[in-house]
């Protein structure tokens, strides 16, 4: 069972850089989500998707976009990265009434 | 943004020791989780918890949902080394679909 996936697992980018990072969860969940997470912050909630075609901006939106391209995948795009985007990024999917699952992470560094 | 009172924040514990550890909020939550994240992965849950008061145990694992719906307490009986990592709490109010998360307890255990 994959769960959910992200890739890719690792990624250093220059100031000024786009990416898109990706998450596929194969267990027909509704809701899916981007979190990030930096040391002693906890997980912050970027955006998140309730259901297919649907998207909501979390706490920490700024700077970044998303897209529910179909039930089973959510992307994360930064258009310019900045240093302050370096992080752990985190993609978790739901179904309704049930708790969230996460994949293993991408980790961001951004020079 | 708004997340969770997790305390402690670390902790150094010695092999067959006992662990407690809570949540607190200052808004009233109809969902308690509690996640463990190893190193390199993503969270995993551990417990989830969905009426004030209620006491659920999986393995030497026990939460509780406060009665008040603003606190959970996660205890860890009888410690082993697999049990290092760190502990997250999260939170949802009814409704939405933004789970709080909080800070998180690092846990050290001493062979």
């Known amino acids: 069972n994959a769960g959910v996936t992200q890739t890719p697992k690792f990624q250093v980018l220059k100031t000024g850089q786009s990416m898109t990072l990706q998450c596929a969860q194969d267990?027909?969940?509704?809701?899916m989500y981007w979190y990030r997470q930096d040391p002693g912050m906890g997980l912050r909630l970027i955006y998140y998707?309730?259901?297919?075609?649907?998207?909501d901006k979390g706490e920490v939106p700024n700077g970044y976009n998303v897209s529910r391209l179909n039930k089973r995948e959510f992307s994360l795009r930064l258009e310019s990265a900045a240093p302050s985007q370096t992080s752990v990024y985190f993609c978790?999917?739901?179904?309704?009434?049930?708790?969230?699952?996460f994949g293993d992470g991408t980790r961001l560094s951004i020079l | 943004g708004q997340q969770l009172n997790q305390s402690p924040q670390s902790m150094f514990i010695q092999e067959g020791e006992d662990v407690s550890m809570n949540c607190t909020s200052s808004s009233i939550f109809n969902t308690w989780l509690w996640y463990k994240q190893d190193p390199g992965e993503g969270p995993v849950l551990l417990i989830a918890?969905?009426?004030?008061?209620e006491l659920t145990s999986n393995g030497r694992l026990t939460a509780q949902f406060g009665i008040t719906r603003k606190d959970s307490f996660l205890n860890i009986s009888a410690s082993i080394p697999s049990d290092v990592g760190i502990y997250f709490c999260?939170?949802?109010?009814?409704?939405?679909?933004?789970?709080?998360f909080g800070t998180g307890t690092r846990l050290k255990v001493l062979a």
């Open positions: 978790a999917s739901k179904v309704t009434n049930q708790p969230q699952h």
């Open positions: 999260a939170g949802l109010t009814s409704g939405t679909y933004k789970y709080i």
């Open positions: 918890l969905y009426k004030a008061g």
């Open positions: 998707s309730a259901s297919e075609g649907t998207t």
């Open positions: 267990m027909n969940h509704n809701s």
